[in-house]
């Protein structure tokens, strides 16, 4: 039985939905240091309190113009959307997510790498980090899907293996985000309880997954109830800018029928110590390109000093 | 061929997209009577220049808690829920729309001929009015599905044989309306082209287009470019709101991932002298709940005096 090992976090085992409390600080550092890498205090006041925080005007019209040009080329190249880390939406064809960006493609490695992400990450977790995901979200215009309510840590921690609350979501935002186009949208202080969700998750789940989430999904009436007692809020953003998420935030996004697209460039930091070991779910481990297992090594600063650009 | 008849807003012929000018007033009868009829000049005007207008507050709390436990009642009751008249979610069992409640049920009968809605359809419309379609739509929370793009009164022609643009839509808020779970989104002045659509339209469509809608829905190229010049409005609106709409403004919405159902009744005004004749389209005629024919008769106010109560 997987639940022999010491699990602090267990889900999926068939029982009822349980509340549990975090084990785990949200902010790990030292303060100094988050000062120091950039973090204004009254965003770790509220990054610790929400569980997230959006910077503003992060990146600059040059830097944008780089990273929309970059995924726009991607989104239309033949081998990026053949691999297998192109997932397509739902019944079509268009593209939904390419994953593992920060090790194929130079630009997003720069990205990844900034100070601006990187050394704020490091600083938060108390820990040099490595990238535990990335990815591009296209939110197709007219077509977009909806992503159902979730803590991505309880899909990290049962499917992929990672065994503590300390790694940390950074989505830069490469198109507008408003209330009409599927924007995130975020429990304030969700962080703070562990849901457990229902049922055993099935073998290759991830491959299903990735375009609708139906396992790892907490119950309707869990959601209801959290929402009730914290709200719920929308994320609005100009392109630029960098929604900052603890791994165990609730969030989800209703689907896009507007002529806008919305994408994002999204990393995952997480903590050298909290590096994934086996799943504590399903036997198999998830594939490289979603959960990174074979290559854990600290990212570094950029050695390449020129700016993000095209 | 159809094409044959005198049409003057033909679509659905496999053609290219075309943009017909409007060849209808927007506002039929005389400004005096609107005013008459409750209509608020500023009113008069945005409905004429956006082809819509949100009044707020039309029913008082005693009201809309009668309808709130009617529509609820409806939804639970297994006669209304299997009657064809029901609609349910695709792929799933929730109840999605309920029509032709005007007609089978007592309450909404009266919410019908109420002065509010009747008479400032009439006097919209300069004419006596019948009710063309009514219904329940319950958008479901969590897993409301979105509804597309589209004119009503181009499924309305080519599908039930509506001749000229001289109907009116009157959707009373029964749950809030907010950015967050799936709210009406409409393009204001689109009610002045008429845009034709692409394909023509299988036999039954009906069973499947109130699911979800494929034709009757104009091209994206289309849609990007109104939006493009006309922008986009959410209506936001508390319980006992009535969203008023021409039958040609182009509207849609997203889906609703949240916890709160959006609900509204939705009546379709219709002027006597514009009644369905044969569709313009397919030969067949969609059922009686969709569409009034063979029961056109002008709807009058309420011989009970009595208030709308449960």
Known sequence: MLTARDDLYPSRYGQ???????????????????????????DIEAFERDGFVVWNDVFDASEIQAMQTDALRMRTDAACCA?????????????????QIHASQALWQRVA???????????????QVYIHQSRLNYKP??????????????????????????????SVTLTANHAQNGPLMLIPGSHRQ????????????????????????????????????LGLVTVEAAPGAVIVFDCNTLHGSNGNITP????????????????????????????????????ITPIQAPTDPAPIAA
């Open 16 to 42: 009822q939905t349980q509340w549990l409390p975090r084990q785990d600080p949200v902010v790990h550092g030292a303060r100094e240091d988050l000062l120091a890498a950039g973090w204004r205090l009254t």
């Open 83 to 99: 691999a297998e880390a192109a997932i397509t939406e739902p019944g079509g064809q268009a593209l939904r997510s390419l994953f």
């Open 113 to 127: 790498q900034d100070d601006r992400l990187r050394a704020r990450a490091q600083a938060l977790l108390g820990d």
């Open 141 to 170: 215009a007219f077509h977009g899907q909806a992503f159902d309510w979730h803590s991505d840590f309880e899909t990290w921690h049962t499917e992929d293996g990672m065994p503590r609350m300390r790694a940390v979501s950074m």
């Open 194 to 229: 562990y849901i457990t969700c229902l049922g055993e998750t099935p073998q290759d789940h991830f491959k299903q997954s990735l375009q609708r989430q139906t396992f790892g999904v907490p119950s309707a009436e869990a959601i209801a109830q959290m929402v009730e007692t």
């Open 260 to 295: 806008w697209a919305r994408s994002n460039a999204f990393f995952v930091y997480n903590a050298m110590c909290n590096a994934v070991q086996d799943p504590y779910g399903p036997s198999a481990t998830r594939p490289e390109f979603v959960a990174s297992r074979a290559h």
